[in-house]
């Protein structure tokens, strides 16, 4: 028996569109993150006018969460936005050393997508920070530490050519980005053949910085997202020490099958309890509810390390 790595909660999704202040139409890839011993999400949804919404959810139990009836970001109203245009797919770090919770996430016209960033101290108020990248990228993970005095991101570009990679930037300052990297390209395996990119932000464990990404392949009836896990070297993000040949979650259950995009797992928070080795990882299904599992830290961390370090190249 093949054992597994992450645990569904059995009454998942724990946010639908039946919770929202509104009528919606969706709720999906919304960032999570500790406060106060509290879990915070940013989330993401669409109303049935499909026009994008992001507040604040709040849960005491990791499970059930309060909506606040509040909208932090409101769609542009300038060129090149439109009425067809949104934004999605928030991820959550806390900085310690800047005492600030970063919210980088997708805002996307007809000309290709940006990654937009703003920031909190509470979640009550949110402040921008600006556009942190050119057309056209997709999703970004920032790292909770700096590495030489720089932050660090994982990022994915999209647009023409060969695309669908995982890359790597640094900066100064949140805003300058430069020195890119590949972190690591698609096809190592068959399930994260047709493009991969950044999930969850990089979680800190005593052996390297866990990353739960995502990785998608194609089938005769369109796309299936799944969820992998990797280990990089705690001093030196750039080097990967470990990585999990399985995919870590693939759709699996009705709610992860059916939906607005169907045959999706898309992990965008992990969230570690250290006195209980536990990391509980929130994702998107189906583009249409979001939902938890489960994984015991210590094991996820030495299975990576376990099946190492690959020449990564695609192994059918």
């Keep these: 028996m093949v054992k597994e790595y992450a645990v569904r909660y059995k009454n998942n999704p724990v946010i639908t569109k039946k919770d929202m202040p509104f009528d919606a139409e969706c709720v999906f890839n919304s960032g999570a993150a500790l406060y106060k011993g509290e879990v915070r999400m940013i989330v993401n949804s669409w109303d049935t006018n499909w026009s994008c919404h992001f507040m604040v959810g709040k849960s005491k139990d990791r499970i059930n969460f309060e909506i606040v009836d509040k909208d932090i970001v409101h769609p542009p109203k300038e060129y090149p936005f439109g009425l067809t245009d949104g934004f999605f797919d928030t991820r959550v770090t806390y900085m310690p050393e800047d005492d600030y919770y970063y919210i ?104 390297g910085w866990l990353i739960i990404y995502h990785g998608c392949r194609e089938h005769m009836n369109g796309m299936s997202y799944h969820a992998g896990a990797l280990l990089t070297d705690l001093n030196d993000p750039r080097k990967i020490i470990g990585k999990m040949n399985r995919y870590l979650m693939i759709p699996e259950m009705e709610y992860e099958f059916f939906g607005n995009v169907p045959q999706v797992v898309f992990p965008t928070a992990a969230i570690p309890y250290y006195d209980e080795d536990r990391l509980d990882i929130y994702y998107g299904a189906a583009d249409t509810c979001i939902c938890l599992a489960e994984a015991k830290l210590s094991e996820l961390v030495d299975k990576c390390l376990e099946d190492g370090p690959k020449e990564y190249k695609y192994q059918f």
């Design 104 to 207: 980088p996430y997708n805002m996307s016209c007809h000309l290709g997508g940006r990654i937009f960033l703003m920031k909190t101290r509470d979640f009550e108020t949110f402040e921008d920070v600006g556009f942190i990248t050119g057309v056209d990228h997709r999703n970004c993970v920032i790292f909770p530490e700096k590495f030489e005095g720089r932050y660090v991101r994982l990022e994915r570009p999209a647009g023409e050519g060969k695309i669908g990679d995982i890359w790597m930037a640094f900066s100064p300052d949140l805003i300058h980005w430069g020195d890119h990297q590949i972190f690591l390209e698609k096809g190592t395996k068959y399930w994260e053949s047709l493009k991969i990119g950044p999930g969850a932000p990089p979680v800190k464990t005593d052996k």
